[in-house]
């Protein structure tokens, strides 16, 4: 889009998100957990290349679409001169508004995502319309990694994955065998994909020696991964011993 065009987006963008966040009450401050009178609560959003990602995405679409529709109504100039003529302001709204309808869209999802860190738990907020929070406990993770594919990695971002340990029976897969159930949590479009990885596996470490009589575990030459592995082995066993 053209400078002027994105200003004239932003702006009607502002407008409505002020509407929006007042008819359907949505929060404009990023959600909290509770801590202790001397905790800091560490939150963030994704970042900027996340925006940027998003868009590009919609651009490279829309523009197939918008050729589409210019060589359709080419072939109705050529055809029909008169009906084409005629029907010119329609196919200049089906091209345009879509752009602005996206680019509200688009900036709607990235302001109203957020993740917050306590020392226990993260906490993910994502929608506008339904709301969807996401509280994950660093003692039921089971698993952090990461992903991003070749875009993504153009725009410096990549995606956490935290899977913890669900509730309710375990079921079975298609051998009989008894499989835990898992939760997953996304932490997407963030450009320290690596260093959140690694604080979320050091509070796993640290939620799972705290109050265990070995407190020294941290400095015994296990790491977070050794820790989550350990578990994933122990719940193995628990499966196998049920089963």
Do not use: C
């Amino acid at each position: 889009m053209s400078r002027r065009v994105e200003e004239a987006t932003a702006w009607v963008y502002r407008g409505i998100w002020g509407a929006l966040s007042k008819w359907f009450r949505v929060p404009t401050e990023p959600p909290s957990l509770p801590v202790d009178g001397t905790e800091q609560l560490e939150t963030f959003r994704p970042a900027e290349g996340f925006l940027r990602y998003l868009k590009f995405k919609f651009w490279f679409f829309l523009l197939i679409a918008d050729l589409a529709i210019l060589a359709a109504w080419l072939a109705l100039l050529v055809a029909f001169p008169f009906a084409a003529l005629w029907l010119a302001p329609l196919a200049f709204a089906i091209a345009v508004l879509p752009d602005v309808i996206a680019y509200i869209a688009i900036h709607l999802r990235y302001d109203t995502t957020w993740y917050v860190f306590s020392k226990q738990s993260l906490r993910i907020r994502r929608g506008i319309w339904v709301i969807h929070e996401t509280t994950i406990t660093f003692e039921n993770i089971q698993n952090v990694s990461l992903n991003s594919g070749p875009l993504e990695r153009f725009f410096g971002i990549a995606n956490v994955v935290v899977d913890t340990a669900g509730g309710g029976q375990p079921g079975k897969d298609a051998h009989g065998k008894q499989q835990m159930n898992y939760h997953q949590g996304l932490i997407e479009g963030i450009d320290n994909a690596g260093e959140i990885r690694n604080q979320i596996l050091g509070r796993v470490r640290r939620s799972r020696t705290a109050g265990l009589g070995d407190e020294d575990a941290s400095s015994s030459g296990w790491s977070a991964e050794h820790l989550i592995a350990l578990g994933e082995i122990r719940n193995t066993l628990a499966d196998l011993q049920k089963s």
